[in-house]
């Protein structure tokens, strides 16, 4: 078990150890805020350094070598950070492996991780219409599943989620399309609990437009640079740069703690796909509390939509840092859109536009969050740095 005692942070300009030539694995955690220890459980930091270290192997009274009883201490004065895991691999898992499971599954007990349940199965409107939804449609989609639920598909078959396209505009997430859905949304949820299943809706709570109603009402809650001007956060479809709400700002989340009400409670949707949340940790911003890092802004970010939602909403986190949403998201997609080409790029069609797609490409290519592309699938998995990760 670690020791209750806290461990200090090492200086960020000394280096790191050299690796260790023990095939046996312990890890070294380093964190800006200071190892958090409790007795017979983990480390916890919002970010951390992970070195893969070996335990020392001292020589007894016999001049055999031993272990140090599991400590996983080595030379020096930072073996109170040390610790010999004890997960249960199967013979074939590499070291590294072990260790990294049992780091994350202490991160996860740390984090007080929400129990496992069955992730709903259903159907999702963003992967047959993108966002040209409308009222009219999803009426008669529900329909149409209600039907195959009761002679196809069975019981099992238990959601419908409405995803991008309903918003008037990306940040005005309290604010259906006036014309798509003119009577508003709380109409689709009701079929859907009608023909026997939940609705789900799909939002970006941290991220908007210029354009949107509440980036004019409230430039103060924009996350800008030094210069003044907003931060962009990724490029999206259909042709959109997306700004990121500074949700350091108390009257920003406290917007945000209201549409998740509105969401759940008004409109009746129990499931909540909370898509673009790396915004809320985005690099560059001067945030109107600068005392509150990157990911201590997500980490509120996701507790207030938690509070909001309730403890029985189903949350699925996606386009984020892992570790501020463990213990409040139910479910959790890990990287980035999947594609097969590296880069992020409009299409590949020898047209006689072929020269303005180049172009759009090489626009587009720069994006390095958002896009469908394998660079960004693998640089933006749950372990990945840079851009989500990374210590401020």
């Known amino acids: 078990s670690p020791s209750p005692s806290p461990s200090p942070s090492p200086s960020p300009s000394s280096p790191p150890p050299p690796p260790p030539s ?26 951390a350094l992970l070195q893969l270290i070996g335990p020392k192997v001292e020589s007894g009274d016999n001049g055999e070598k031993s272990d140090n009883g ?33 780091y994350l599954s202490l991160v996860g007990a740390h ?28 009426l008669r989609t529900v329909s149409q599943l209600g039907t195959l639920r009761a002679t196809t598909l069975g019981t099992a078959f238990s959601l419908v989620q409405l995803d991008d396209g309903w918003q008037s505009e990306w940040g005005d997430w309290d604010t259906p399309h006036p014309t798509r859905f003119p009577n508003g949304i709380k109409i689709i949820a009701d079929a859907v609990r009608t023909a026997g299943m939940t609705p789900g809706l799909w939002l970006a709570p941290a991220a908007l437009v210029a ?38 700002h108390p009257e920003a989340l406290a917007h945000v703690a209201k549409v998740v009400r509105t969401v759940v409670t008004e409109w009746g949707y129990k499931y909540l796909k909370c898509d673009f949340l790396h915004c ?14 990157r990911a201590e802004c997500l980490a509120r970010l996701m507790k207030v939509i938690r509070a909001s939602a309730g403890d029985d909403t189903f949350i699925l986190g996606c386009s984020a840092p892992l570790g501020p949403c463990v213990g409040v998201v139910d479910a959790m997609r890990i990287s980035a859109d999947v594609a097969t080409n590296w880069l992020p790029r409009v299409v590949d069609l020898k047209t006689p536009l072929i020269n303005l797609l180049n172009v759009a490409n090489r626009l587009v290519s720069s994006d390095e969050t958002n896009l469908p592309s394998s660079r960004n699938m693998v640089e933006r998995t749950a372990l990945a740095s840079s851009p989500w990760g990374g210590v401020e």
């Open 111 to 138: 984090s007080s991780a929400r129990a496992r349940h069955a992730v709903p199965v259903g159907w999702c409107s963003w992967y047959c219409h993108g966002p040209a939804v409308s009222q009219d449609l999803m």
């Open 22 to 47: 023990s095939s046996s694995s312990s890890l070294r955690l380093f964190s800006e805020i200071g190892a958090q220890q409790k007795e017979g459980s983990c480390v916890g930091s919002e970010w």
């Open 70 to 102: 599991g400590s996983g201490a080595v030379d020096g004065d930072v073996s109170s950070s040390c610790f010999q895991l004890t997960h249960s691999a199967s013979p074939m898992e590499e070291p590294a492996v072990q260790a990294l499971h049992e």
């Open 211 to 248: 354009r949107s109603a509440i980036a004019k009402r409230h430039p103060e809650w924009v996350l800008r640079d030094a210069r003044g001007k907003p931060v962009r956060c990724g490029f999206t479809a259909p042709g959109i740069w997306l700004h990121a709400l500074d949700v350091s």
């Open 280 to 293: 809320a940790a985005v690099r560059g911003g001067v945030r109107y509390d600068p005392s509150v890092g």
